[in-house]
């Protein structure tokens, strides 16, 4: 046993996590041809009838996997399959569906100013005309620094478009007009709030949900590109990608006019700063301590993924970040060519002196001829 640590190490790199080579589904599966056991004085005899039926059942729901619910077929438990729509716009396509009852919630001016200006920003199809305010500003206002000019375009963006779409005149025939007339007419102030919600293969309950729970299911994170001005007198801003670490509050729902909606997160966020801070094991930690209020708190259902934070047994205000895989999705590793790794890595060590030769014949005990016939 002491000698199987030194294995260890190379035996992870090599054949990956210990769940998809252990032996315990063996052993299980022994349990199961057990079970078929109903004679005991012909127990080989009872597991092969019981095999056989059980292959029978599974090629009859394997063969009627069209027509009926079997366990073959049956859905996830986090199944997030979208729903068909005629809207055009992709932040209309439901992504994800909500769990318990529907909170009707009047919602304030600022919420939904802060809700509808994120879903007109990461609208794909409205990209075009984000880049059309943009320029106007630019040569409108070109004497102010471009940072001054970027808060100007995120105030007046939604006004500047709704004005924009109704002076336009779509047509009434283009799906892509209607959706975008009523995109820019802005959200109904009656909207929905939820506390549970399944997004991309992940079960998210609001932080409010699990102070009665002893299970997490309220960590968040996104990568967002964001831009950076070093000073106020930068005019070349720095455009990155940047992980924001959060905890869900609250899901809306959106109304637009003619039944489209916009389900978002609402979540405290931490991003970089004094509360972000790498350990000396080389783990991301987080301090989620009387944080405040982030700018922009909201984001798409569709862009969150989920992450799970681990108290740090030295200081509970800080947890430790650990990301995780939606269920039924798994990320196997490129298989190693385990001979080549062997032989370079730990049976053949690099010699001082690679010309030198090698000699395989033991000198130091006498040598033993065996007579063996023809």
Known sequence: MIHLTVHLATEIKLAGPVYY???????????????????????????????????????????????????FNQSTRNDETTIGSTFTLDVFTASGYALGKAIATKFDDKTLKKAHQYVLFNCHQVQSYIDEHRQILNLTHSGLPPHQIERMHSESFASWFATHIEN??????????????????????????????????????????????????????VRATTSSYSSIRDQNPVSSELDYYGILQNVIELEYEGGRRVVLFE???????????????????????????????????????????????????????ITTDARAKYKMQPLADVDTYLQSFICYPEDENEHEEVVWVRDDVAGVEIVVDA
């Not at 799906?175 to 909207?191: E, H, Q, V, Y």
């Not at 350990?279 to 209020?293: A, Q, S």
Request: glycine share 6%; net charge positive.
């Open 168 to 221: 336009t005149n779509p047509s009434q025939d283009d799906p892509i007009s209607n959706d975008l007339k009523s995109l820019a007419r802005g959200p109904n102030f009656i909207g929905i709030r939820y506390e549970k919600f399944i997004s991309n293969g992940f079960r998210l309950h609001t932080k409010e949900v699990e102070r009665k729970r002893k299970t997490q299911n309220c960590g968040v994170i």
């Open 21 to 71: 080579r252990w032996m315990y589904p063996i052993e299980r599966y022994l349990g199961t041809l057990k079970s078929y056991v109903r004679n005991r004085s012909r127990p080989e005899g009872s597991i092969a009838e019981g095999y056989l039926a059980e292959e029978c059942l599974t090629f009859c729901s394997l063969y009627l996997t069209d027509y009926v619910e079997t366990k």
């Open 267 to 321: 979540c405290d966020w931490v991003s970089k700063g004094k509360r972000l801070k790498l350990d000396d094991d080389g783990f991301m930690l987080v301090n989620f301590t009387n944080v405040k209020r982030h700018n922009e708190p909201y984001i798409l259902a569709s862009q969150a993924m989920q992450a799970f934070y681990v108290e740090d047994p030295v200081d509970c205000n800080w947890h430790v970040i």
